[in-house]
Structure formats: structure tokens, C-alpha cells
């Protein structure tokens, strides 16, 4: 079993920044990709960034403004520069052990889910 925590959400106005945290425990050597992934209230959940054997994956949407990195017991961080109101929504981070560089952003991909932590951009 793998278990994550998130932390790190906030309320932020637009243009600022915010560092979200997971932390990661149990079978850690089992696990390919860790990734982040948001859902906005109505719409799907949508993989943002992901890192995979030292690799790193963005969505277009954040490229060039968010950035994932992880350390050496696979906890992963995730910062957000220049944060837009469209990035308001809970953010969750993801662990996998099946994936491949096709799949890094797709949910599908995923065995172990953190409960979420929420980030709201105002403007």
C-alpha cells in the first residue's frame, strides 16, 4: 500500500504562488510516477504535471509556470508561479506503478490517490 498526503493549498491572488507538498509512505519502491492532477467543480479531472524515473511531464496549460520535483524518498512538490484564477481547483497528487511516458498525465494510470488540497486564485 502506498499513502499520500497533500498540503500546501491556499487562497492566492492571481499572479502569485503557491508550493504544494505530498508526502509519500508504505510501498514507495513500487511506485514508476508520482504526478499532480486538479479537477475544477464540473469539469474532469485533468493531469497537470508528472515525474517518472527523472523525467518531468507538463499539461500545456502550466508549462513555463509550473514545476514538479520530488526527493529521494518520493515525496513530490509542485510550484505554481503566475497562477491564473483558471487554476483554481482541488488538486490531488498521484502515485502509479504502471505507467509509461504516454500515460504520466492520464488518471487511468493511477493506483493511489491523495485526499486533495484546494487552491482558489482571485483576482
Known amino acids: 500500500q502506498v499513502h499520500l498526503a497533500e498540503s500546501g493549498g491556499g487562497s492566492v491572488q492571481a499572479g502569485g504562488s503557491l508550493r504544494l507538498s505530498c508526502a509519500v509512505s508504505?510501498?514507495?519502491?513500487?511506485?514508476?510516477?508520482m504526478s499532480w492532477f486538479r479537477q475544477a467543480p464540473g469539469k474532469e479531472r485533468e493531469g497537470v504535471a508528472g515525474i517518472r524515473i527523472g523525467s518531468t511531464y507538463y499539461a500545456d496549460s502550466v508549462k513555463g509556470r509550473f514545476t514538479i520535483s520530488q526527493d529521494i524518498a518520493k515525496n513530490t512538490y509542485l510550484q505554481m508561479n503566475s497562477l491564473k484564477l483558471e487554476d483554481t481547483a482541488m488538486y490531488y497528487c498521484a502515485a502509479g506503478r504502471w505507467t509509461t511516458p504516454a500515460t504520466v498525465l492520464a488518471a487511468s494510470g493511477y493506483n493511489y490517490w491523495g485526499q486533495g488540497t484546494q487552491v482558489t486564485v482571485s483576482s
Open positions: 508504505g510501498y514507495t519502491s513500487a511506485i514508476v510516477s
